[in-house]
């Protein structure tokens, strides 16, 4: 029994870590990507169609970084699903 705390003391300070890199990695990604869809809604000469699809692709991986990355990211320290079902459903279909 005592070895097992053991391992849950030595694991706590490396899911701190992972918590904090994916937490940032989370807001870079959200921040980033908010500011090319800004940049090209409000940046007349970015409105081509070249300019639109890249604002696409930072739409869709605005998504993920909201709706993906932080329940990912629960799920990658913790080891087990606690959202239930529909939210399982949900998060792999995405």
């Not at 007349?44 to 709706?67: C, E, F, G, M, W």
């Amino acid at each position: 029994a005592e070895e097992y705390i053991y391992q849950d003391f030595i694991a706590l300070p490396w899911k701190v870590v992972v918590v904090l890199l994916l937490a940032l990695f989370t807001l870079a990604t959200t921040l980033s990507n908010a500011f090319v869809i800004a940049t090209v809604y409000r940046t007349r000469k970015l409105h081509t169609p070249a300019n639109y699809l890249i604002a696409s692709l930072a739409v869709t991986d605005l998504l993920v970084s909201i709706l993906v990355m932080p329940i990912s990211t629960m799920y990658t320290v913790t080891g087990r699903w606690t959202l239930g079902q529909v939210v399982c459903d949900l998060w792999l279909s995405s």
